[in-house]
């Protein structure tokens, strides 16, 4: 494949978004199974709190609706039938569609891993919008993977042929068959849950039963061998699909992938961390999660929150985000050594927040919800270019690089695919309830309706820019309930809450809930002030190296564009399995003077739009950097050095070099 084939520029990008393709009309109207008799099963595990189900949030106007938006549209432009060409060619059924590039070329041995993602963010984004007609394409799509199953005639449903699995077995060289698996998997029960697709959950069923007779000529010595190849989150899956159906044998078989060899040694609190590949961990943990769920097993739980302790609290940046190069190569603290361009997969960020989301479940501790908000602001949004929908592999830590996206057509990276779910769900974790308590527990512009309780509550803010958090309800009769809202573990200047009006005694401290119990009727209102402050965040093992944030968001100085040019702010897409590599060097970022301990005090705010005049750049075209920092709108000026210095928020920064941890040296 040739880069003139390939590359694509900034036109015809735009000219492809616009070309949204159809499937055929007689796939829409395919023949639908009957609904099958289901014994779903409930959790075994105490659930404290709950999210509430997508369609029940909706996002209001501000920047996570902007990127959702931008998503949704990424997604229309996916062509189904080029989806479908190698699951086509493997089932020997015909196809002329043109191939996909990146990851999804046909000779890729991942290929396939992305029809599970799209299957999965087009049934979270039908859950999070109501576009129906994107459900209507997804349903096309998964009627279409039916035949091909049908073709292959054992269930077997993949791009690849099913001699891929035997070379798990023979120990040959293979990418990570399971993981693409469960991608597929994945994306049907997705499509079933959140669409009420039968055909995907019927195409899935026949999918478990391939595993299982698989599984079932493997002992179990031979299962922890083949365990050693990355296989996504099989167990999750499986154990996702025994909660739908209640039979014993999808949780049996779920078991066959937990994997005692990660599991054992975080049951007893040993961080054996070092060395592996991070986000093949954190999706076994997800299948760990669901397995205490669901049977209440106490070692399960003992092992994810370890798991959770050790990658948040200990091997985590000042993002949020955890890895190096996709791995943790030290021991837990150890991170100053590790800043390059390949740090934080954001799949790792995906997942822990998936993770997140199920210890929020069993213990709401607001320590899990201020770890959510700081890997949601800096691991999540600031990852997908806001002008074309486009995401990133990782974000580059180490000072002097820049953000490098993928192409809409040639990239597919495992990255892509957990981009293209991430941004599907963003209103997922802003509220969570139980019995007679609603949580707010991040600060986005979004609506929830709980109709059990006859109940709407409206959020409007224009958080971060603004430190106003306005609360309204609409009730169908008065309701009695526990408002609890995150007081975040920054807010140490003083936050407030008032109710209709009146300033409220009873406000929490930071990294606490203030609960607001009272009898609630319509119209009634809360406004919450939560001012935030920069403060240092320095490397565990390192005083001297230190990122500096404003509230939940990491700042990022900006260091100009010089050397780069728009090709490389995309993947190379002539190298489909390296492509994610950075092309070009990065530039030092200077060693910044602290005039007094509190850098508050010399990190200061100025007006872009007015002083920019002032401002120098350490390197490349004023014009352009100018133009994106008044953009970004908090923009902090660093007093007291060399030369003039500006940080914005790490993700608003787009299209230039950066620097987020910085040498430090006391005046
Ligand atoms: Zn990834």
Same mark, same amino acid.
């Given at each position: 494949?040739?880069v ?11 000219? $492809? @978004?616009? *070309?949204?393709? =159809?499937?055929? %009309?007689?796939? &829409? ?8 008799? !289901? #014994? ?28 959702q938006?931008?998503n ?6 996916l ?8 699951? $086509? @060619?493997? *089932?020997?059924? =015909?196809?002329? %569609?043109r191939? &996909? ?8 041995? !991942? #290929? ?59 120990? &040959? ?17 997705d ?6 697709d ?13 595993t ?13 061998r ?17 909660? &739908?159906t ?11 992938f937990d ?44 092992c ?108 597919f ?19 969570f309830?139980?019995?007679r ?5 991040l ?7 709980w ?119 995309y993947?190379?897409p002539?190298?489909a399995r390296?492509?994610?590599g950075?092309r070009g ?8 003077v ?25 390197a ?48």
């Open positions: 494949m040739s003139r084939e390939t590359r694509v520029g900034r036109r015809e990008f735009g000219v $492809r @978004l616009a *070309a949204a393709a =159809p499937l055929a %009309a007689s796939t &829409l109207t395919a023949e639908r199974p009957e609904p099958r008799r !289901l #014994r779903p099963v409930r959790e075994a595990a105490p659930i404290q709190a709950r999210p509430f189900p997508l369609n029940r949030v909706r996002l209001l106007s501000g920047s996570c609706y902007t990127l938006d931008r949704r549209s990424y997604l229309h432009t062509d189904p039938d080029r989806l479908l060409h190698t699951f $086509r @060619l493997t *089932a020997g059924l =015909p196809s002329n %569609a191939q &996909l590039g990146g990851w999804e070329r046909p000779d890729i041995e !991942l #290929r396939g891993h992305f029809m599970g993602h799209y299957l999965s963010a087009c049934a979270l984004m039908y859950g999070s919008t109501g576009d129906a007609l994107l459900k209507g394409k997804a349903s096309a799509v998964v009627a279409e993977l039916g035949k091909c199953q049908k073709a292959n005639a054992d269930g077997w449903l993949s791009a690849f042929p099913s001699d891929f699995m035997q070379r798990l077995v023979e120990r &040959l060289p293979v990418w990570a068959p399971f993981y693409t698996l469960h991608k597929i998997l994945a994306g049907l029960v499509m079933y849950q959140h669409c009420g039968e055909r995907a959950l019927t195409i899935a069923l026949g999918m478990a039963a391939w299982k007779r698989w599984a079932d000529a493997r002992s179990d010595a031979e299962m922890a083949i365990l050693e190849v990355e296989y996504g989150g099989m167990n999750e899956v499986l154990y996702n699909l025994h909660a &739908l209640g039979e014993p044998a999808h949780a049996d078989l779920a078991h066959r994997e005692a060899r990660l599991i054992d040694p975080l049951v007893e609190g040993r961080d054996e961390l070092q060395g592996q590949h991070a986000n093949t961990q954190l999706a076994k943990l997800l299948g760990a999660a669901r397995r205490y769920e669901l049977t209440g097993e106490e070692r399960y739980r003992r994810v929150e370890f798991f959770w302790q050790q990658v948040a609290l200990h091997r985590s940046y000042c993002t949020g985000g955890t890895s190096n190069g996709q791995r943790w190569r030290t021991k837990p603290g150890i991170l100053a050594s590790e800043l390059s361009s390949t740090t934080q997969e954001c799949c790792c960020t995906h997942n822990m927040l998936k993770l997140t989301r199920h210890l929020f479940g069993w213990n709401p501790d607001v320590r899990y919800a201020d770890f959510y908000e700081r890997a949601f602001h800096n691991g999540i949004l600031g990852t997908m270019n806001p002008t074309d929908g486009m995401t990133t592999f990782y974000v580059p830590l180490e000072s002097g690089y820049w953000k490098l996206f993928g192409l809409p057509f040639d990239s990276w495992c990255c892509t695919g957990t981009g293209v779910e991430s941004f599907a769900k963003l209103g997922d974790s802003v509220f309830h139980d019995e308590s609603l949580y707010v527990n600060f986005v512009p979004a609506r929830v309706q109709p059990e309780k006859g109940l709407t509550l409206r959020q409007e803010t224009r958080f971060p820019d603004d430190d106003r958090i306005r609360l309204e309800l609409q009730c169908e009769k008065p309701v009695s309930l526990a408002l609890r809202i995150r007081i975040p573990y920054w807010a140490t200047s003083g936050a407030t809450v008032s109710l209709n009006g009146e300033p409220q005694d009873a406000v929490a401290s930071p990294a606490s809930y203030c609960t607001l119990e009272r009898t609630w009727k319509s119209g009634d209102r809360v406004e919450v002030r939560l001012p935030m402050k920069v403060h240092a965040h320095p490397m565990p093992d390192d005083p001297t190296l230190q990122a500096f944030m404003y509230g939940p968001l990491v700042l990022a100085g900006a260091l100009g564009n010089e050397g780069i040019s728009y090709e490389m702010m993947a190379d002539v190298n390296r492509g994610e950075m060097q990065p530039v030092a970022a200077p060693e910044l602290a005039p007094s301990a509190d850098p508050a005090e010399w990190i200061r705010s100025f007006d872009s739009a007015v002083e920019l005049r002032d401002v120098e750049v350490v490349g075209s004023p014009g352009d950097w100018s133009r994106a920092l008044a953009e970004a709108g908090l923009t902090f000026r660093i007093a007291g050095q060399a030369r003039p210095l500006s940080l914005v928020p790490l993700n608003r920064l787009f299209g230039q070099r950066y620097a987020v941890y910085w040498r430090v040296r006391q005046a």
